[in-house]
């Protein structure tokens, strides 16, 4: 099985034994040390993850850390775990005061059910009082998926890890911010909207009391016609015939949309996705500013300096077969089925000699 098979097999054996759990130590057997495992760090290896680590700090003799996963020897997350019927608090634990002496960036906090993943973007070597990644394993979502795969033994670049952690943490809590006011909006939410279309001169309590049924109404019929376009959009246009792997795309791709057309380009969520995916892989070899996204109507391009003549691959990601772009060896485009925004990582060498190409002057258009 893959990665996302695995992550889900252990979800549905959570569902099914959680029941029959009934200790802390047997939710991390059951649950936790089989997660640890997924993420390809051998657990019966003191060198890679040691059990009720323990160090005395301070004045506190003794206290243990339920797991620590190292690397060349060195601690790079810290995991304390809770029964699996326990509400996560990690700033009661003992992870907190660990976190500051160690070198490790990260520390997870889980009952086997819910993860919580925290770093110091904040301030460093002090465990922000936010996670800036959270999911409950029986209920993953691709997005999160995608963020998780990072954290795997072989892909893990503490780096990349911590760039697209700061964008995740914000961009988590926008998120919400935004579920929290379209299910019960909050007076400066209204007031925003009410301000601009209101037509006296004051916004009274008793015009914002009116206007909340306003908002929240509007904003979910909204949001309920964007899904239904979208469903619509999927059921009226038919997939291209399936091409095999290795076909070279036809060499009009790179035509340029036409003014009518810019109207009509959504640059998705899943794009922006992809696109920090592409900059964790190229982080290692690149200045990431030097990295930019063009959205078309048609497919989703990745530049070096911003440059079409650039392309370090493309994307298509709207509908619901997905594919990705990039150069061979003799300077054709190969157009790849991709199953999910994981499916990226395997071409990472693809990717990072893409853009070595034109670092080197060689800038032939796609």
């Given at each position: 099985m893959d990665f996302i098979d695995q992550i889900k097999a252990l979800g549905d054996k959570v569902i099914k034994m959680k029941d029959q759990i009934?200790?802390?130590?047997?939710?991390?057997?059951?649950?936790?040390?089989?997660?640890?495992?997924i993420l390809g760090y051998d657990i019966f290896n003191p060198t890679e993850v040691i059990p009720e680590f323990?160090?005395?700090?301070?004045t506190k003799k003794g206290e243990k850390v339920d797991f620590v996963i190292l690397k060349e020897g060195k601690p790079i997350i810290l995991i304390e775990c809770k029964f699996?019927?326990?509400d996560l608090n990690a700033h009661n634990s003992q992870v907190v005061r660990y976190f500051h002496?160690?070198?490790?960036r990260f520390a997870i906090v889980t009952n086997g059910i819910n993860y919580q993943f925290f770093t110091d973007l904040e301030d460093a070597n002090k465990l922000d009082k936010k996670a800036f990644l959270e999911f409950d394993i029986t209920d993953m979502k691709d997005r999160t998926l995608n963020e998780l795969k990072k954290f795997k033994k072989e892909n893990f670049e503490l780096e990349s890890i911590l760039y697209c952690a700061n964008e995740l943490k914000y961009s988590t809590e926008i998120r919400n911010i935004l579920a929290d006011n379209f299910a019960n909006p909050s007076d400066i939410f209204v007031k925003f909207f009410a301000t601009q279309v209101y037509t006296g001169k004051i916004v009274t309590a008793k015009i914002l009391e009116q206007f909340k049924g306003i908002v929240k109404n509007t904003v979910n019929n909204y949001l309920n016609d964007l899904i239904h376009d979208r469903i619509k959009s999927v059921l009226t246009h038919k997939e291209p015939e399936e091409k095999d792997p290795n076909t070279t795309l036809p060499t009009d791709i790179t035509q340029q949309e036409t003014e009518d057309n810019k109207d009509k380009i959504e640059t998705t969520v899943e794009e922006m996705e992809a696109y920090y995916i592409v900059k964790a892989i190229l982080r290692p070899y690149i200045d990431i500013n030097r990295v930019f996204f063009r959205d078309t109507v048609s497919y989703f391009n990745i530049l070096l300096d911003d440059n079409n003549r650039k392309l370090i691959c493309r994307l298509w990601l709207n509908k619901e077969t997905k594919y990705l772009g990039y150069l061979d060896e003799n300077r054709k485009e190969q157009k790849i089925k991709i199953n999910s925004l994981n499916d990226i990582y395997q071409y990472t060498d693809v990717i990072v000699k893409n853009m070595q190409l034109h670092l080197k002057g060689k800038e032939e258009g796609m």
């Amino acid at each position: 099985m893959d990665f996302i098979d695995q992550i889900k097999a252990l979800g549905d054996k959570v569902i099914k034994m959680k029941d029959q759990i009934n200790t802390e130590e047997a939710t991390k057997n059951a649950f936790v040390l089989p997660f640890i495992q997924i993420l390809g760090y051998d657990i019966f290896n003191p060198t890679e993850v040691i059990p009720e680590f323990i160090s005395d700090i301070g004045t506190k003799k003794g206290e243990k850390v339920d797991f620590v996963i190292l690397k060349e020897g060195k601690p790079i997350i810290l995991i304390e775990c809770k029964f699996w019927r326990e509400d996560l608090n990690a700033h009661n634990s003992q992870v907190v005061r660990y976190f500051h002496v160690t070198e490790s960036r990260f520390a997870i906090v889980t009952n086997g059910i819910n993860y919580q993943f925290f770093t110091d973007l904040e301030d460093a070597n002090k465990l922000d009082k936010k996670a800036f990644l959270e999911f409950d394993i029986t209920d993953m979502k691709d997005r999160t998926l995608n963020e998780l795969k990072k954290f795997k033994k072989e892909n893990f670049e503490l780096e990349s890890i911590l760039y697209c952690a700061n964008e995740l943490k914000y961009s988590t809590e926008i998120r919400n911010i935004l579920a929290d006011n379209f299910a019960n909006p909050s007076d400066i939410f209204v007031k925003f909207f009410a301000t601009q279309v209101y037509t006296g001169k004051i916004v009274t309590a008793k015009i914002l009391e009116q206007f909340k049924g306003i908002v929240k109404n509007t904003v979910n019929n909204y949001l309920n016609d964007l899904i239904h376009d979208r469903i619509k959009s999927v059921l009226t246009h038919k997939e291209p015939e399936e091409k095999d792997p290795n076909t070279t795309l036809p060499t009009d791709i790179t035509q340029q949309e036409t003014e009518d057309n810019k109207d009509k380009i959504e640059t998705t969520v899943e794009e922006m996705e992809a696109y920090y995916i592409v900059k964790a892989i190229l982080r290692p070899y690149i200045d990431i500013n030097r990295v930019f996204f063009r959205d078309t109507v048609s497919y989703f391009n990745i530049l070096l300096d911003d440059n079409n003549r650039k392309l370090i691959c493309r994307l298509w990601l709207n509908k619901e077969t997905k594919y990705l772009g990039y150069l061979d060896e003799n300077r054709k485009e190969q157009k790849i089925k991709i199953n999910s925004l994981n499916d990226i990582y395997q071409y990472t060498d693809v990717i990072v000699k893409n853009m070595q190409l034109h670092l080197k002057g060689k800038e032939e258009g796609m």
